[in-house]
């Protein structure tokens, strides 16, 4: 078993949720301030860390010592051997800025070749190409329930992929919402699942990262202009990330697996050869940020039975006992300043057992102190439209 400590992104409640879909609950030993600690039975390498979306960094545990100091830090340092200059740097769940700042200056006193130490810690200035650079040690004094450890950054969110991803592909469109990548790499972990159907695919987001994490992906959208970008999107994928695919780029039957479908309107067919849906839905009309309160109130109605016209469609047709959908549904955000409030889909989780779903919980109670959750909120504070991400089960017919 090794341990590691994964530093999460800004929505906790998703990255737990993330982590113990991937990796079980048993698998988290701890949770202090940003930091997850994870013990695995195996090596996990920058490939493990590609597939997740809401992970930035990894530090793999070199020791638990009694006490976190520079010695540990250079000596781990000197056992290297350097040609030119060294970079090295310290990130911690407990130590501020000043601190780590002393530990960095006595490190640089302490050992016997040159090297320049980084005050703060950014991908770009740590990282060469899609991996960390060699010459770049960043270490971390971590904490969890009194206990000490000493460990090495290990991998790191290849965040160059990512926007290349997101901004680099031919079809986009800012109507239809642009789902981040790393938002679709996390309901896809949730979901599990080898081949995954997006019945309203848009521009195609879901099924390049199902692609990248080697799944089989199927897609559907109402639209025509939809189809034709999702075909362009995924062909571009295969042409432009051949490293991603190590020279066996998937056969995508473009033809048969991107086609214009009414998801309301789902046809057993659809689903031949798919183990679970991931999906974000229609989120309406683009916003403004000025849409009255009654505006938004009803478009979030009708959005609802659009919704739950989908989910009434897939089960009757859907004969899997066990089938996974992971959608997220959309949620306004209101524009009187003075009483902020949030526009859900309301009524809907309610109808779900009768058609057969149940709401399969995100977050797990556990020992950690993060409150257990049914579905999470992900969101942006530049955002108009917020993203409340279920996971259903269905129950089989
Ligand atoms: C928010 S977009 C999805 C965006 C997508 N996740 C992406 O990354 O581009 C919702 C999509 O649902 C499609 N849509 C709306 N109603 C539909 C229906 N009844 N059946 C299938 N697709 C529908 C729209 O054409 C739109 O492309």
């Not at 010459?135 to 329930?145: A, S």
């Not at 031919?170 to 896809?188: C, E, F, I, N, T």
């Amino acid at each position: 078993m090794t341990k590691y400590i994964f530093h999460i992104g800004t929505n906790l409640h998703l990255a737990f949720a993330e982590v113990v879909s991937v990796y079980g609950l048993k698998s988290i030993k701890g949770y202090q301030r940003d930091y997850l600690l994870v013990e695995l039975n195996f090596e996990f390498t920058q490939s493990h860390l590609d597939k997740l979306g809401s992970v930035i960094e990894v530090y793999q545990v070199l020791s638990e010592p009694s006490y976190l100091d520079e010695n540990l830090i250079a000596d781990d340092l000197s056992s290297h051997s350097f040609e030119s200059k060294v970079l090295f740097g310290v990130s911690s769940n407990f130590l501020d800025g000043k601190h780590k700042l002393d530990v960095l200056k006595r490190v640089k006193k302490n050992v016997k070749f040159s090297c320049r130490f980084l005050e703060s810690i950014t991908a770009a200035s740590i990282k060469s190409g899609g991996a960390l650079n060699v010459k770049t040690f960043v270490y971390g004094f971590f904490e969890f329930l009194n206990v000490k450890y000493f460990a090495r950054l290990s991998a790191i969110q290849d965040i160059d992929s990512y926007s290349r991803r997101d901004f680099g592909k031919p079809y986009r469109s800012a109507k239809l919402g642009m789902l981040p990548p790393k938002l679709s790499q996390v309901m896809l972990n949730l979901a599990g699942g080898k081949s995954v159907y997006d019945p309203f695919c848009g521009t195609g987001t879901i099924l390049i990262e199902a692609i990248l994490a080697g799944k089989k992906a199927k897609g559907s959208d109402l639209q025509t202009v939809n189809i034709e970008g999702t075909k362009s999107n995924l062909q571009w994928l295969v042409d432009n990330f051949q490293y991603h695919f190590g020279g066996n780029p998937p056969k995508l039957n473009l033809e048969k697996n991107v086609f214009e479908a009414d998801a309301t309107k789902m046809k057993s067919t659809y689903l031949t050869g798919v183990d679970c849906i991931v999906t974000e839905g229609f989120l309406g009309a683009p916003k403004r940020g000025t849409e009255y309160d009654k505006e938004l109130e009803s478009e979030i109605v009708e959005l609802g039975e659009l919704y739950y016209l989908f989910l009434k469609a897939l089960a009757k047709v859907n004969s899997l006992a066990g089938f996974t959908v992971v959608l997220t549904l959309p949620v306004f955000k209101g524009s009187k300043p003075k009483d902020p409030k949030n526009f859900f889909i309301e009524n809907l989780v309610e109808k779900l057992p009768a058609l057969g779903y149940s709401v399969s919980a995100l977050v797990p109670s556990n020992d950690f102190g993060i409150k257990a959750k049914e579905s999470v909120l992900y969101k942006r504070n530049d955002q108009k439209v917020f993203r409340q991400v279920y996971r259903l089960t269905h129950r089989g017919k």
